[in-house]
């Protein structure tokens, strides 16, 4: 029996290194230590896709690499709008790779941030980012705000490992050193652990952010009785502990990027951690979903200048969410083949879209089958990565980490097959160019 | 006056299942001047990731003379919803769009007059410069406001929007004058600095983080932004308004916005 220890979790964007993995004689893991519910049952794997598979008169036919990787260069040569959608479950090695297969096919390549913190990054650009790493929180903040995010399903070890239960260098005492806010439109989890519960109404966070900001700045005297569901006397409570504080950080998650005025929530939100800076030291940072969600939207920006929702059809990157997302193309119905790997759009994405992309040539990769599978016409398994391929990939706090290769796996991994799908397309073009 | 009329050619945007849209952007009065018909007819547009002369797409026919871009009329006809950037970046002469038009009709134009016999896409007028843009229909969201990542949207020129707007209509706004008469959805006139927007029906939240300008609104105002301070009642073509000022969000130095909302 071997025994990894240091592992790296590729589930969520907080990808906890403490974990312990066992691995029996026969090369398979046996135990998980250290990591939630959701990151040891992936670690631990289950219910792989078992070969590639190319879909034939509406069934599935099993076929070799060679073959799928074939096919699948094929229908994204011929493809007038394709679209390259996932890349965040998986190593930006791989979303390298990905950014040169849709520069050479004028294609449109986006993650799943665009349903996700996409709105997040638009705000960014627009106003900036206070932000910090994971670890000056954990040593450092003594009010932690978690606004339209539940930690305790959507990030499990966050509060432990990195805020509200976690002890730093000067905030010894854990939770007794510290205060939690949440602010949401339901009484969750989270908020029943925290010292102060805001209530808002749905919809209304960009009026609570926009009227904390006055009262921030002194202006108290403008804002109405209740805000959003909110009452005054709350909002000046809220006010007076940040004023008190001397390091507070935000965390905001898809409750307030996906509700209302959606990216102009989150540009409100960073404004507010401005106005507190007018009184102390605050923060804000974005609650990552996928553990490398990040990772694709610093490849995305670092080689094509923008982070995501990138159309080069006219050879050139061309950056406008709202148009170029994955959404946007698959509910307008412009796109004619699509590249899904490491995502499920069929369970996430709005019923027209899932419908478009049923209607059109879909490619798969993933080391997982699920509802987007049932109308893929070319399957191709992959390696998981970070269990049995390794990476680079980067934290929700943009700290870059590589992830390990544990064991030894008889899938490829999902680097080599976009490499090898791209080295299919340029043989087609050149061919088409003879 | 040399009108060119581009007719859509039914299913010519056909790809499988999809319906691929095409840009032509350079189908502009200003562009098309001094131009041949067959030099028109053989115009390159983008259509998805591949080039095509404009004949594959559109039936053209061409007919009169001009001295000047100003004397030349473009005329598109057919399902336009998947025709995009119409008029783009235009300076004279007119375009006529009968039916509904796809994304960024009319954006960056500086010149010229624009009528769209329908409703128009998202980013109609976006970072318009001058000339007119008249909607007969709705208009989709970021209606004359500006691009991702820039901080200014439209400077002048005169839009009318005979139905509803979208949302964020007019975000960093600093010239120019739009008149919707329905009503606008949420955030209408978002970080304006300048210009008026004259809203006939209802709004929700606008003029968030104003610095300048001016946004009448005839109808109701749905959630009021909280960091606007009432300051007098006037009164305007006979009728009373609430006169606001803010955006208190951004400070007092800063806040220099009026918000007028009808008694």
């Keep these: 029996m071997a025994v990894y220890t240091d592992v790296l979790c590729p589930f969520c964007g907080c990808i906890c290194d403490d974990i312990v ?9 046996t135990k998980v230590k250290g990591a939630c519910a959701i990151g040891r049952s992936k670690i631990m794997g289950h219910d792989r896709m078992e070969s590639p598979a190319i879909r ?41 790779a990905g950014v040169e297969l849709a520069v ?27 932000s910090c790493t994971l670890g000056q929180i954990r040593n450092r903040a003594d009010i932690v705000i978690y606004w339209g995010s539940n930690p305790v399903f959507a990030h499990p070890n966050h ?10 260098r000067f905030t010894p005492g854990g939770k007794k050193d510290r205060k939690m806010v949440v602010v949401d439109v339901r009484e969750t989890k989270s908020a029943k652990l925290a010292d102060l519960f805001v209530k808002v109404r749905p919809g209304g966070d960009f009026l609570v952010f926009s009227a904390l900001r006055a009262i921030l700045r002194g202006h108290e005297d403008v804002v109405p009785d209740e805000v959003a569901g909110v009452e005054k006397k709350d909002l000046l409570s809220l006010a007076e502990m940040i004023k008190n504080a001397n390091f507070i950080i935000t965390f905001f998650g898809m409750g307030v990027t996906h509700s209302g005025a959606r990216h102009n929530n989150i540009a409100n939100a960073i404004e507010f951690t401005r106005a507190a800076h007018l009184h102390t030291k605050a923060t804000i940072m974005p609650m990552r979903g996928h553990y490398n969600v990040n990772g694709f939207n610093q490849v995305c920006t670092w080689l094509l200048g923008y982070p995501f929702s990138i159309d080069l059809s006219q050879g050139y990157p061309w950056y406008n969410p709202g148009e170029t997302g994955a959404v946007d193309v698959l509910v307008h119905g412009e796109c004619d083949a699509a590249l899904i790997i490491s995502s499920d759009p069929a369970s996430h994405f709005p019923a027209d879209a899932v419908r478009h992309l049923a209607r059109i040539p879909v490619i798969q990769i993933d080391p997982y089958p699920n509802p987007t599978t049932e109308f893929a016409d070319v399957v191709i398994p992959s390696a998981i990565c970070g269990v049995e ?20 796996s008889k899938f490829m991994a999902d680097e080599e097959i976009i490499r090898r799908i791209l080295e299919e397309v340029r043989a087609i073009k050149e061919k088409e160019g003879e | 006056m040399r009108q060119i009329v581009f007719k859509l050619r039914d299913g010519a945007l056909r790809s499988g299942a999809a319906e691929v849209p095409v840009d032509v952007s350079p189908l502009t009065p200003d562009k098309l001047f001094g131009e041949g018909e067959d030099e028109i007819k053989s115009t390159k547009v983008w259509w998805g990731n591949r080039q095509e002369n404009v004949e594959r797409i559109f039936e053209v026919s061409v007919s009169g003379d001009a001295s000047g871009a100003e004397e030349v009329k473009v005329v598109f006809e057919g399902e336009l919803r998947k025709v995009k950037r119409i008029g783009y970046e235009m300076s004279a002469g007119e375009i006529v769009a009968e039916g509904s038009v796809g994304m960024h009709c009319g954006a960056r134009m500086r010149g010229g007059r624009i009528t769209v016999n329908g409703s128009a896409d998202c980013w109609a007028g976006c970072e318009m410069h001058g000339g007119t843009l008249i909607i007969e229909g709705d208009a989709g969201d970021n209606l004359c406001a500006c691009y991702r990542g820039e901080t200014t949207g439209m400077t002048g020129g005169t839009v009318v929007v005979k139905g509803n707007a979208g949302e964020c209509i007019a975000q960093y706004m600093a010239g120019g004058e739009i008149t919707v008469r329905g009503n606008a959805d949420m955030l209408a006139g978002l970080d304006m600095k300048g210009g008026k927007i004259v809203i006939e029906g209802d709004a929700v939240m606008p003029g968030a983080n104003m610095s300048g300008g001016e946004i009448i609104v005839k109808g109701k105002v749905i959630d009021m932004m909280p960091s606007f301070k ?13 006169k606001y000022r803010g955006d208190f969000a951004i400070g007092e130095k800063k806040a220099k916005g009026t918000l007028l909302i009808r008694s």
């Excluded at chain 1, 690499?65 to 090695?93: F, H, M, N, Q």
Aim: hydrophobic share 35%; net charge negative.
């Design chain 1, 21 to 29: 993995v066992e691995v029996g004689e026969d090369g398979k893991i």
């Design chain 1, 56 to 96: 034939e008169d509406g069934e599935l036919r099993d076929c070799s690499y060679d073959e799928a990787i074939k096919r699948a260069a094929e229908i994204l040569a011929d493809a007038r709008r394709p679209l390259l959608y996932g890349w965040s479950s998986t190593v930006c090695e791989t979303d390298r």
């Design chain 1, 104 to 130: 050479e096919i004028g294609a449109i390549i986006d993650n799943t941030a665009s349903v996700c913190h996409g709105p997040s990054i638009l705000a960014i650009q627009d106003v900036g980012l206070p």
């Design chain 1, 159 to 168: 509060m432990k490992r990195y805020s509200y239960l976690s002890k730093g």
């Design chain 1, 389 to 408: 391929a390794e990476g680079s990939v980067y934290r929700m706090d943009s700290v870059p980490l590589r992830v390990r290769k544990i064991v030894d």
């Design chain 2, 230 to 242: 009432y300051e007098e009642t006037v009164t305007i073509d006979g009728e009373e308004y609430k």
